[in-house]
């Protein structure tokens, strides 16, 4: 029973997402410039970016539970393995998590860790299925991952440019996601961009 409520909870983070974040945190540190005193700093801020996103990816899928059950049947809610109100919690408290990770690297940290956890509950509830305003809520938080490795080694201005390129590849990448999801965001009645000018 635990090990099956583990693997439901891994399921719902998305390890795999998860990982992409701490490396591009990660590659944010380096290209701040990290000094070897400050690589615990790094990782730890990388961290907190893996629990908010982690925590994004469970909320996600409690809120997109009826668009899942056409879309991904396979998820963690549509298939019965947890609740949509389980998986809300589990998210909410893996934001949490990230959030107070976030401010003992520093208070900036703190502050951007709650800002993106912010963006994403409104993202979930709200700008999902507004035109284009999700797309750019998911492209910012993604395009902040480098930015906050940068921040956390103490030269946040190296993590601006890239950022700016991670944000860009990212908006393309969540448009291209609401042409395959356009199924399941019509019965939902998104207004993405596919469902308001077509694939």
């Known amino acids: ?18 990982a992409i974040t701490f490396a591009a945190v990660v590659m944010g540190g380096l290209l701040g410039k990290v000094e070897p005193e400050g690589l615990p700093e790094v990782l730890l801020a990388a961290l907190a970016a893996a629990l908010v996103a982690g925590g994004a990816n469970s909320l996600n899928d409690a809120c ?27 998210g909410f408290y ?36 507004e035109l284009l305003w999700g797309n750019l809520a998911v492209a910012l938080s993604t395009g902040l991952a480098l930015y906050y490795g940068a921040l ?7 993590g601006i440019v890239p950022g700016l390129f991670a944000f860009l590849i990212n908006l393309a ?20 961009l596919p469902i308001r000018y077509g694939s």
């Open 152 to 158: 956390a080694a103490g030269h946040p201005a190296a």
């Open 94 to 129: 893996l934001m949490l998590a990230g959030v107070l990770c976030g401010f003992t690297v520093n208070i900036p940290a703190g502050i951007v860790a709650t800002g993106v956890s912010g963006l994403m509950i409104l993202y979930d509830y709200r700008l999902k299925r």
């Open 64 to 90: 997109d539970a009826e668009i899942d059950r056409r879309n991904r049947p396979e998820r963690p809610v549509p298939s019965g393995r947890i609740s949509p109100e389980g998986a809300r919690n589990w």
């Open 1 to 18: 029973m635990t090990n099956s409520i583990l693997r439901v909870g891994i399921g719902l983070m998305r390890p795999l997402n998860m």
């Open 173 to 192: 990448r969540e448009i291209i996601k609401d042409v395959e999801d356009v199924a399941g965001d019509r019965s939902a009645g998104a207004g993405t």
